[in-house]
């Protein structure tokens, strides 16, 4: 009687670990993706690919907004856990996106306003987005800021 009791209570308990896990992963993948919740990077043309022992694998700022025409240039800055090896990344948009790399820069230029949402292919939670804008709408956002 008592082992039907625990054993009841045991898969009570799991199944609220499980409910509670599932209920927190949409929170969590809005988190990574712009940690603080802060506003786009009005005028931010570079972003950093960086991994850190604390924070894990991110785009920093995971979020950028740039006018249509602008280049932004992803930085592979990763060296590792203690700089003993580097770690591979890639910045994977619809219809473009860079090869796998542990070093250097990425470039590619917005032609046209709308949101690029990108991931790396390697990292799960990894993602960020490119907010591209009429130059007068972002000249507006950031004189406002």
Not at 48 to 56: K, L, P, R, S, T
Not at 76 to 91: C, K, P, S
Not at 126 to 142: F, I, L, P, R, S
Request: charged residues 10%.
């Amino acid at each position: 009687m008592k082992a039907r009791w625990l054993y009841g209570g045991l898969s009570a308990a799991v199944l609220i670990v499980l409910v509670v896990a599932a209920l927190a992963i949409p929170a969590t993948r809005r988190y990574l993706a712009n940690p603080a919740g802060q506003p786009a990077a009005v005028g931010a043309t570079d972003v950093a690919v960086v991994y850190d022992g604390f924070q894990g694998h991110r785009y920093a700022p995971s979020v950028v907004q740039v006018p249509v025409g602008a280049t932004v240039t992803w930085a592979f800055l990763d060296r590792g856990a203690d700089g003993q090896e580097a770690v591979e990344h890639n910045v994977i948009g619809t219809g473009w996106g860079s090869p796998v790399l542990t070093s250097g820069n990425w470039q590619h230029t917005f032609s046209n306003p709308g949101t690029y949402q990108y991931v790396c292919s390697l990292h799960a939670g990894m993602n960020g987005v490119v907010e591209v804008v009429a130059d007068a709408t972002a000249q507006q956002k950031e004189q406002a800021l």
